[in-house]
């Protein structure tokens, strides 16, 4: 059972390149989150999307991008990645309103840039 | 403003002592949920407990409880008996909001240390 998926696990990019962060889910769920974790310190909630088609910003969204084309998938954008970007990042996903269990995470990604 | 707060950077344990992480929230949401989460040196976030917002009694999970404090906004971590293997990070969350626009959010977390 694969649960939450992250792809990659670790990059490196240099300053100003993009890329893209793969979350996929395969357990049916509604909801799902993108966050950041910096060292020493909690999951910052950047984008997360209630349902296929839909994505909202959290509390710090600057820089990024989102989206969900499927269900099972939510993927991140950094359009020119920047140092301060340097970070785990983590995608969870839980069922949606009415059914209030745990979300489920992906092992993180450990994106540095330089 | 801060939605959770957790006042305790760190914590140091004796082991088998019992041990409160502490927890306040701020939200004007009848309905909510209250999450606690662990995270080892590993990384990956596991899951604790869970009380909702509605529920009477306070949520329970082995060696975990949960003292839920609702007029004070405060939803505790108790681990009784700790253990080595409970060194880690611990984080409080809440998920809130109507239909449609709920999300999930975290505390700055505690790192709990277990003495021998």
């Known amino acids: 059972n694969a649960g939450v998926t992250q792809t990659p696990k670790f990059r490196v990019l240099k300053t100003g390149q993009s890329m893209t962060l793969l979350c996929a889910q395969d357990?049916?769920?509604?909801?799902m989150y993108w966050y950041r974790q910096d060292p020493g310190m909690g999951l910052r909630l950047i984008h997360y999307?209630?349902?296929?088609?839909?994505?909202a910003k959290g509390e710090v969204p600057d820089g990024y991008n989102v989206s969900r084309l499927k269900k099972q998938n939510f993927l991140l954008g950094l359009e020119s990645a920047a140092p301060s970007q340097t970070s785990v990042y983590f995608c969870?996903?839980?069922?949606?309103?009415?059914?209030?269990?745990?979300?489920?995470f992906g092992q993180g990604t450990r994106l540095t840039v330089v | 403003a801060q939605k959770i707060t957790q006042t305790q950077p760190g914590m140091f344990v004796q082991e088998k002592e019992a041990v409160t992480l502490d927890c306040t929230y701020d939200?004007?949401?009848?309905?909510?949920?209250l999450f606690w989460y662990k995270q080892p040196s590993s990384g990956e976030m596991i899951f604790l407990i869970y009380q909702g917002s509605y529920d009477q009694q306070n949520a329970t999970e082995g060696r975990y409880s949960l003292n839920f404090q609702k007029a004070r906004k405060s939803a505790n971590l108790v681990i009784s008996a700790s253990q080595l293997g409970d060194s880690a990070m611990y984080f409080c969350a809440m998920r809130e909001g109507t239909q449609g626009a709920q999300k999930l959010v975290f505390g700055q977390g505690t790192r709990l240390t277990i003495n021998p």
């Open positions: 969870a996903s839980s069922y949606g309103y009415g059914r209030d269990t745990e979300a489920f």
């Open positions: 939200t004007s949401d009848p309905s909510y949920g």
């Open positions: 357990m049916n769920h509604e909801y």
């Open positions: 999307s209630v349902g296929e088609g839909t994505t």
